[in-house]
Structures are given as C-alpha cells and as structure tokens.
C-alpha cells in the first residue's frame, strides 16, 4: 500500500484524537440522546464576498461508510487510551442519523450553515474533524477559483497548479472543485478522469532546451500533436513567434496556440497577435501562464492584452491570498433540547435551522435569513436533506450540475458580491427573530 493516502479501512481513524475520546466518554456515560451539529464560518476569507460551498454533499456521502475494521481497532488500542468494551462497540458502529446540506456549487455566506448532522451525539460528533477537513480543501479551492474565473470572463482558465499544491489530496479534490468553479480544463491526468474536467497541457522549457535547436523542436512536437500549444518564450519570445509562423507557412504545421509564461505578457500578447495576423495566422491563439491570478488577468484584460487563455498555477491551486476557511462545527441542540457556546466574537444560535435566500423583482438576490429548521418563509429553502437514517437520499452528486447551479446562482447576486473589490455593504444575512429569541432564552437558562 502507498503511503500517499489512506484505504477506506482506515477512514474511521481519519480524526482527531478528541474525537475520540470525547465519544468514548460519551458511550462511557450512556449518552445516546440525539444531537444536532452545525458547519459555519464566522468571517469570510480575505477578499471574499462569497465563499462557494463546494464538498459538503459528497462527504455527506462519506458518513454511511464510516466503520472501524478490528484489524484498524488492534492498531487503535496500542495508543493506549480506550477501553475494550468501547473498541467493541466502534466495531459495530453504523452512522444512523440525518444530514442536511447546501447543494455543492452554492454561494454561502457568514454564519450560514453549509450542513447540519443530527444524529446520536458520539456518531455526529465522530464527522467532525472528516467533514471540516474535505469541506475546507474544496471551498478553499473553488472560492479561489471562481475569483479567476470572473475575472477571466468568457476566456478559458486552465489548471496548472498540481505541481505546487498542499499534497495529492488537495491536488485532486481541487480538480473537482475546479469543476464547480467553471475553470474549463487541468493538466492533472487522474484528476481529469476521475471528475471529468478535460485533460490540457502544452510542453516544459527542458522539451526545448533538449534539442539543439528550437524550430526542430516545435517541429517534432507540431507533428506529433496536430493543433498543440508550443511554449514560445526558452529563448527569444518574439524570435519564437517567427518560427513558427514559418514552421505554418511554409510545412503547413497544425498550431493551435502559443503560450507565453514570462516577461511582459501584455506588450508581448500584442507584439505576437501583430505578427501573427499580419501572417494571415489569426487562427493561432494566445494563452499566457507564469504567476497569474484574478488581479493579474483582470490588470492584462483591462490593458487591451490579446489572450485567448490563462493557465493559473501555484496563486489558485495554493489559495495564496486566502488558503485557510475558519470552519467550525458547533452543538445546538441536544436531548431536544437548545445548546450554545456564548463566547465573546463566537456568537451561537441553537437548535436546527433553515437557511432561506431572497430575490427582488428582477430576479437578483436581495437578502437571506436563518429561521428554526421549521420556520417557513417564501424563499428559495436552500438546506436540504441528504442522508436520512443512515442512507444516502441522493446519487452521488453530479459535477456538471453543480457547476451550471454555481454560475446561475452568481449571475443572480448583486454586482458587488462578483467584484473582486471587497464589498462595501456585505450581502444581508440576518436571523428570524425566533433564533434570536430561543438564543436569548437559552443564555438566560444556562445563567440561572
């Protein structure tokens, strides 16, 4: 076995030690009354109006298939912490209970719960540090994500970024975020068969410098890839460019685009199409990658820059501006009844919720507002269940809908939350006036 993850043998002990013993002090104490656990964000990331919720149905699908083989048990007991009874009983554990969650591919925003598990309180509290884990790996990456994309407008933007990603996890669960986000291609080959995102590459630098002259190696390459991208900047960018419209000219050799990864790519896009057209090769594209993000494509596209194309490497696949989302899943209720942490900057509503969005006339949203999970409003209900007595409700959820989910649901926000200016008013989200009343309640009967 590759150490480079984990069997499915081994999910169960994907956690944190706390965990753990906090659910055999549970099983210890006999508490089996029900709980309900809610995935949150206080605070945005840096620069985000939106966070897009990506995740949280698919590892919603994760919960039924959580299980502790005796053989993961044996290897359990040696940290020297758990009882044997209670070892026997992880290895009958099932997940029973229920989750509901956000549609992969929504926008959220603070306080908004991306899911909500009530379950028996050591089977809901066993999901904890799983969901916060695979939920923050592909919001992360595809907040980031749709950031470039709305800056790259109706031009492609593909995924350079494996190379310089947080290990193969994040490199493949990033593709799948990728997907949601709208970025229209990979150079991750497993990545690209396992979720569908089209496969694209052009060639590294050392494919030239390999040969002893550049247009042999354009040739070769043109050859063996009819209608590829050649990398035009090892030596001289504009003496590239030359050589391949005579490589066009005069072989007829089937180009698709170039690719400029250094320098000033803005002058040197325009130089390019210059030369390019005035060859008759206005069929030829531009793509440009070294160092890009949203800023950077949004500075180029505003400066008139010719590109066709962006290949977005280590600022997206690393979340360089914002690579951490503050998640944090909290008990509100327990036995039926409300629970809260009252903390100072941690403010907690109780019991289980309702997230519901608004739209005005013209169709953009307008506001959202948490109720009581059976509070109704005349809204756009966006918590919905998912998992039901243990069992999935749904198939695994479809990459291509998310997306096109995604898009629509950002078309219809105001303006200000698809800049990538923070915004000055943050999009309006407040509580019913039930949560803050059960809130208010709840303090006042913890404080007698």
């Known amino acids: 076995m590759s150490d480079l993850t984990f069997t499915d ?11 753990l013993t906090m659910v055999q002090a549970y099983w210890a104490e006999g508490m089996r009354a029900d709980g309900v656990f809610s995935l949150f964000f206080r605070k945005p990331p840096a620069d985000r109006n939106f966070v897009l919720a990506c995740g949280q149905e698919h590892v919603a699908q994760l919960a039924p298939l959580l299980r502790f083989p005796r053989a993961q048990l044996d290897r359990l007991a040696t940290v020297g912490m758990f009882q044997d009874a209670f070892l026997q009983w992880l290895e009958g554990f099932r997940f029973s209970g229920a989750i509901h969650a956000l549609p992969e591919g929504t926008p959220v925003f603070a306080h908004e719960p991306f899911m909500e598990v009530r379950a028996p309180v050591a089977e809901a509290q066993l999901l904890e540090t799983l969901v916060m884990n695979q ?25 350079f970024g494996m190379r310089r990603m947080h290990g193969t996890d994040a490199a493949l ?10 970025i229209r291609a990979t150079s991750n080959v497993l990545g690209s068969l396992r979720y569908g995102l089209p496969a694209s590459g052009t060639m590294a630098h050392s494919f030239i410098q390999a040969h002893p002259d550049e247009t042999d190696a354009f040739r070769t390459y043109g050859q063996l890839y009819p209608g590829t991208t050649l990398l035009v900047d090892t030596y001289d960018t504009l003496a590239a460019v030359d050589k391949v419209i005579r490589l066009v000219r005069d072989e007829g050799l089937e180009i698709g685009a170039i690719r400029l990864d250094s320098g000033d790519l803005g002058s040197l896009s325009r130089t390019a199409r210059d030369k390019l057209d005035a060859a008759g090769l206005q069929q030829i594209r531009i793509v440009v990658s070294g160092g890009l993000d949203e800023w950077t494509i949004r500075e180029l596209l505003r400066g008139g820059a010719p590109i066709d194309g962006f290949g977005v490497g280590t600022d997206m696949g690393a979340s360089v501006d914002a690579p951490s989302l503050d998640l944090a899943y909290k008990l509100t209720e327990y036995d039926n009844e409300p629970r809260l942490k009252n903390a100072p900057g941690k403010k907690l509503h109780p019991g289980a919720k309702q997230v519901w969005r608004f739209a005005g006339a013209d169709g953009t949203y307008s506001h959202d507002e948490i109720t009581g999970r059976t509070e109704a409003r005349d809204g756009e209900p966006l918590l919905r269940a998912v998992v039901e007595d243990g069992t999935p409700l749904h198939p695994t959820p479809d990459i291509d809908e998310a997306r096109q989910r995604a898009w629509a649901a950002i078309e219809r926000m105001p303006a200000a939350m698809r800049a990538l200016e923070p915004a000055q008013t943050p999009y309006p989200v407040h509580f019913s006036d039930e949560l803050e009343r059960l809130r208010i309640d709840t303090i006042n009967k913890l404080n007698r």
């Open 173 to 182: 669960r990033g593709v799948r975020a990728y997907r949601v986000a709208g």
């Open 9 to 19: 043998d081994e999910l169960g002990l994907f956690t944190d030690l706390y965990e």
């Open 135 to 159: 939920i923050t790996t592909e919001t992360v990456l595809a907040s980031k994500a749709v950031r470039v994309a709305l800056a790259a407008g109706e031009r492609p933007v593909l995924d």
